[in-house]
């Protein structure tokens, strides 16, 4: 594969507004496959303590948020986070993630997640990572697989979007290092 047109990093405060443009300018975009977050999260101000919160919960091994920065221009076009961390003998997380709407179909979002599942794997020691996705976004589950998940069923009636109880799709991948 030729070099990276993106990179992940972890968000400063300096990409506030980015952030909250970002957001905005995707909103009904995203609501269309998630939870509506409500108004407050598309503030810059709602952006800037998410940002600062998001350095807080890394060093508590809580959560791991990254932005999504074309290699050109070093322009915020997306997010993709670790959440749910579980240690112990678990040693799991969750995947989600966001990419502004103008990127979409161009492999983007898949080569993030890859950098993140190694990430994951080799920084910071993961067993598994799972993803959810909406069956009505396909393309989600797409990058997923893609970055190589395996479905492992339907998680029934999991998620409220838009009033509307939804089936996700559950995909996983497992750290090649564990592998018997």
């Not at 030729?2 to 609501?31: G, H, V």
């Amino acid at each position: 594969m030729s070099e990276s047109q993106i990179y992940i990093r972890f968000p400063q405060e300096a990409d506030t507004a980015e952030l909250a443009a970002l957001y905005k300018r995707n909103r009904e975009f995203f609501e269309e496959f998630s939870p509506s977050p409500g108004d407050d999260y598309y503030t810059e101000e709602n952006q800037l303590q998410r940002i600062i919160q998001s350095k807080t919960d890394r060093d508590e091994d809580r959560r791991y948020e990254f932005v999504i920065c074309e290699q050109e221009n070093d322009q915020v076009i997306g997010t993709v986070g670790l959440t749910f961390v579980t240690r112990g003998p678990q040693q799991s997380c969750m995947i989600g993630y966001s990419l502004d709407q103008a990127y979409n179909g161009k492999g983007y979002m898949t080569e993030a997640v890859k950098q993140l599942v190694r990430y994951a794997f080799e920084e910071l020691g993961f067993h598994r990572i799972y993803g959810e996705a909406t069956l009505r976004n396909p393309g989600s589950i797409r990058v997923l697989e893609k970055a190589g998940f395996q479905k492992e069923g339907i998680a029934r009636s999991k998620l409220k979007v838009n009033g509307v109880w939804t089936d996700l799709q559950v995909l996983a991948i497992i750290n090649p290092a564990d592998e018997v």
